[in-house]
């Protein structure tokens, strides 16, 4: 091609080929870039036209971005920035967040700090569907320091546990620690407090150490703190055992031995197998990881035949 010249024109038959070539894939190129929007927009229309009729309780993030974002636009009051006419949300063109997923709204609020109209519009929707912005396991640490009733606890720790896999609210340690510290004295909570103990061993993100001495507490703590049931007590010791091996600090291991000793008889009562199974469990523990000068155990008086504890 030539300064002067409009178009390319080949000189060589090969060059033809090529000007064809090129032409033939900008073309594709067009065509591929054009089914994708085409396929892009049939899908977001059939996840709405799902939502709409409660197969689905949630969008995709992009299209749940965009269909939030006109939401809060098309329901804002004139005049107002924080104050929404949810009523509205009935337009066939909108997506009505009154009947979203819970969990993911919480989310998202948990994420808008920098969109106060947003943060608003979702507390509004709670506020008329009669719920609480509060993460679900503060929901369950309050029903346990109140009317503790059984079912409604072991759904909202349900519920905590798809917000905590979510992402949306993670479950710590000292949050098990309080749940089980309020039932402690509550009768008919063994499936609870047998989840909670799970859920602290197996999907809260603690050291072994912190761990270990949470469920000393629930065993074996001081009277009036620690379980009042033989069957926690039970389930607590198995769960000790079972994280010993990852314990290695000296101190916390002979500390939990002392309180066993100390109120393991009482705390144990009738459930002796367990109580020895402990002592032993920890002794051994003691012995694989400790200098034998840590662990103080009483000594046997002179001509007397050594018993165990």
Same mark, same amino acid.
């Given at each position: ?12 038959? @090969? ?169 402690? @004295? ?124």
């Amino acid at each position: 091609m030539r300064p002067t010249e409009l178009s390319i024109q080949p000189y060589w038959p @090969n060059g033809a080929h090529a000007i064809f070539l090129a032409r033939a894939l900008v073309d594709l190129i067009l065509i591929a870039s054009l089914l994708q929007a085409i396929g892009i927009a049939s899908r977001n229309s059939q996840q709405k036209s799902l939502f709409a009729v409660g197969q689905i309780n949630r969008l995709d993030e992009l299209v749940e971005k965009t269909a939030l974002a006109r939401a809060v636009r098309e329901t804002r009051i004139d005049g107002s920035e924080h104050k929404f006419n949810l009523s509205r949300l009935t337009d066939t063109e909108l997506v009505d967040f009154r009947r979203y997923d819970l969990t993911r709204l919480r989310q998202i609020y948990a994420g808008s700090n920098d969109d106060p109209a947003q943060k608003a519009f979702i507390a509004q929707i709670f506020q008329q569907r009669g719920q609480t912005l509060d993460p679900a396991i503060v929901v369950a640490q309050n029903i346990a320091a109140t009317h503790r009733n059984d079912l409604l606890l072991f759904r909202t720790i349900e519920q905590a546990l798809v917000e905590h896999e979510a992402r949306a609210h993670r479950i710590e340690l000292d949050d098990i620690r309080v749940l089980m510290f309020e039932l402690r @004295n509550t009768s008919g909570m063994r499936d609870l407090k047998e989840r909670l103990i799970e859920v602290a061993e197996t999907r809260v993100s603690a050291s072994p150490v912190a761990l270990l001495e949470m469920l000393r507490d629930v065993a074996v703590g001081p009277q009036g703190e620690r379980d009042l049931f033989q069957y926690t007590t039970r389930l607590a010791a198995e769960s000790i055992r079972r994280v010993l091996p990852k314990v290695d600090d000296c101190l916390t291991l002979q500390e939990t031995l002392n309180e066993t000793l100390s109120n393991g008889p009482a705390a144990f009562r009738s459930a002796g197998a367990a109580y020895t199974a402990l002592v032993d469990a920890l002794r051994s523990r003691i012995d694989e990881v400790c200098p034998p000068a840590t662990e103080s155990r009483p000594q046997t008086p002179e001509g007397a035949s050594p018993t165990s504890p």
